[in-house]
């Protein structure tokens, strides 16, 4: 399958401050970028969905100047955790597709500790 | 109703057994499926896709897609303890506006006795 990276793999910041992490498509154009947050034994909760050139698409209750996403390039998104809170603190996913229709792929993970 | 839902775990088989999860989602006009495994502390992987109704193989997966029903489901033969995992399910649907979504189910844990 195609190879998505995600950096940084963890990262521990404190309180009041913003955290951003980068998805990368290695090996394909990304048209769509999704992020995902995910809590201990639960499944994925989409966030948002990325679309190069254009702003993001937030679910309902994501709140948009809290996590900033930008598509600028059709290999590269960036999520950025603005005023970082312990609550905050989750595993965020995000995962690639060439086009609308077919298979996502996802990167490593980012696990976030807000202390 | 949930948009994605899979059958409540967890799943326990013998090694060397089917293994059979069960997923179902809400929109109409969704138009791809997939089933990704995760491992704890892990992300998904991709397992397989499906697009149009009926059974889709590979190895040991098999992918099973009914429209009318709204209903897609996964078996795994002669599993594996080191099939032991979290499956997903998740679906492509289109958004009223533009573009898609893909939404996953709660996924199902299932456990391979050796």
């Known amino acids: 399958g195609a190879v998505v990276s995600q950096h940084p793999s963890r990262v521990i910041c404190k309180s009041g401050t913003s955290v951003k992490i980068e998805c990368r498509s290695l090996d394909f154009q990304a048209t769509t970028m999704f992020w995902y947050r995910q809590f201990p034994k639960k499944s994925l909760m989409l966030m948002a969905t990325?679309?190069?050139?254009?702003?993001?698409?937030?679910e309902q209750g994501v709140e948009k100047d809290k996590f900033l996403i930008n598509h600028a390039s059709l290999t590269l998104s960036t999520l950025t955790v603005t005023s970082a809170h312990p609550e905050d603190s989750s595993f965020y996913i995000c995962s690639a597709r060439y086009d609308s229709l077919t298979e996502a792929f996802f990167g490593q993970g980012t696990r976030l500790t807000v202390v | 109703q949930k948009e994605v839902e899979q059958n409540s775990g967890p799943l326990s088989v013998p090694e060397g057994a089917i293994a059979s999860l069960n997923c179902t989602y809400s929109?109409?006009?969704?138009?791809?499926f997939f089933w990704y495994r995760q491992y704890s502390g892990k992300s998904p992987e991709l397992i397989m896709s499906i697009y149009s109704n009926g059974d889709k193989e590979d190895g040991r997966f098999t992918a099973q897609l009914n429209k009318a029903s709204q209903y897609v489901s996964l078996l795994i033969r002669d599993s594996q303890p080191s099939d032991s995992a979290t499956y997903l399910c998740?679906?492509?649907?289109?958004?009223?506006?533009?573009?898609?979504?893909?939404?996953f189910g709660e996924g199902t844990q299932l456990t391979v006795n050796p």
């Open positions: 990325s679309n190069e050139g254009s702003k993001a698409t937030y």
């Open positions: 998740a679906v492509n649907s289109p958004r009223e506006t533009s573009g898609s979504r893909l939404t």
């Open positions: 929109d109409r006009v969704s138009q791809s």
